[in-house]
DNA sequence: AAACAGTTTAACCGAATGGTCAAAAGTATT
DNA sequence: AATACTTTTGACCATTCGGTTAAACTGTTT
């Protein structure tokens, strides 16, 4: 049979990913994954022969997907503001869609900082960067956006995105303290950060 | 004797800290620590009966650590904008010293959002804040703060300088293919980080 | 229907890990 | 110097965990 190999390997794969970004590496237990995907542990081990293994190929999926959600960034079509409107935006839908990821992507680049390092080994992001500037080299004369200060002002608007996320958990408790509501507090940061980042970078 | 004593406890808490720190809760060995405090794995238990004990110890002890370094926010004495200055350099300098510290709280909160819950059950947050609006409400009218947007510019700020630490690992790789240097990256985050959400605010 | 190839399982293994214990070493008290 | 108390250690234990193995099961080919 054909059909059932791939159901079954997904089926492994979407467990792990689950066990994975709730307890990390460390913390995720083969014998958890097997339960969850509703299979032997052997068979585990049959379709991903280690642990290690299958961490990689969980990490790397996630990894991409994260980073992919980038890609809007450098290509052209809009204006700087809506540009970065629209990323904004588009990246806290996508944020919503899968609130554990960046906190599973920064434990696990904190617990071995090399993996990464090779993943984005072969990217050059000088090519990148300097293409946002030349997209937008018309509209830059109003802005205070120079080669320089770009490295702080795109790791801002990544900030104001991904955090919320990560600190998710201590965000919540606080605000149920305060009576705000996490997921409309979220709805509301598409348009508050967008706000916010063209108000500071506006000359 | 009592002198030795206190100097083993803190050799372990010292260890079982940077291990935490690097490897969280789950990938932590009591091995490890002990080997790092230079001792016998039988005494660490003659210290902290269990791992979750001298785990518990030490979460308290830097969540602590970390949350008292907020406490400037919620006093008087200085302008609206000359605290936004002050905090966030503060901050900054404050993880500069601590750079593990928010990926550790982060993963560790995410891990086991319970823990925290309990930490912070008797904080008031709602006197804290509109403590903030009342201290600065003659100065309010310049800036475009409100008691419904505070939790955004107060998240915000947070994330500004925390999130450059937590994904550390990410940015550096990032950077040094960009030929930035992070450490440089971080002393410039002081004031710009700063300066950008005063404009931003700013009426 | 027999041989074959891929899939799934139960039972098992060895190493790692958190934790214990009794004895040794060290220190203070008398 | 004898006693009593605390600290430190080496050896050990029980359990957990990642991983293996051989056999059973399933569908396909001949």
């Known amino acids: 049979m054909e059909g059932n190999d ?5 089926k492994i794969f979407e467990a792990a990913t689950t066990v994975f970004e ?4 460390t913390g995720a237990r083969m014998q958890n994954i097997a339960d969850r995907a509703g299979i032997n542990k052997a068979l585990l081990h049959y379709y991903f022969r280690t ?5 990689d190929a969980v990490f790397s999926k996630l990894a991409q997907k994260m980073f992919q959600k980038f890609s809007p960034i450098f290509e052209e079509n809009l204006s700087l503001e809506d540009k970065i409107r629209f990323f ?15 906190g599973f992507i920064i434990h696990e680049i904190n617990r071995n900082p090399q993996r990464i390092k090779k993943m984005l080994r072969n990217v050059d992001f000088k090519i990148l960067w300097s293409a946002i500037l030349k997209h937008h080299s ?7 956006i120079t080669e320089e200060n770009l490295p702080q002002i ?11 996320f990560a600190a998710r958990g201590l965000i919540e408790v606080i605000f149920s303290n305060v009576g705000v509501d996490f997921d409309k507090y979220i709805e509301e ?3 508050f950060a967008a706000e916010f980042v063209i108000k500071a970078i506006k000359k």
Chains 1, 2 share one sequence.
């Open 189 to 191: 940061r598409k348009e």
């Open 22 to 25: 709730e307890q990390g590496m």
């Open 6 to 10: 791939k159901l079954t390997e997904d």
């Open 51 to 55: 642990k290690d293994q299958l961490f």
């Open 154 to 164: 795109m790791t801002t608007i990544v900030s104001l995105t991904v955090f919320p």
């Open 88 to 102: 904004i935006k588009e990246h806290i839908n996508f944020l919503k869609e899968n609130p554990k990821l960046p």
């Open 138 to 144: 018309d509209e830059l004369g109003d802005y205070n």
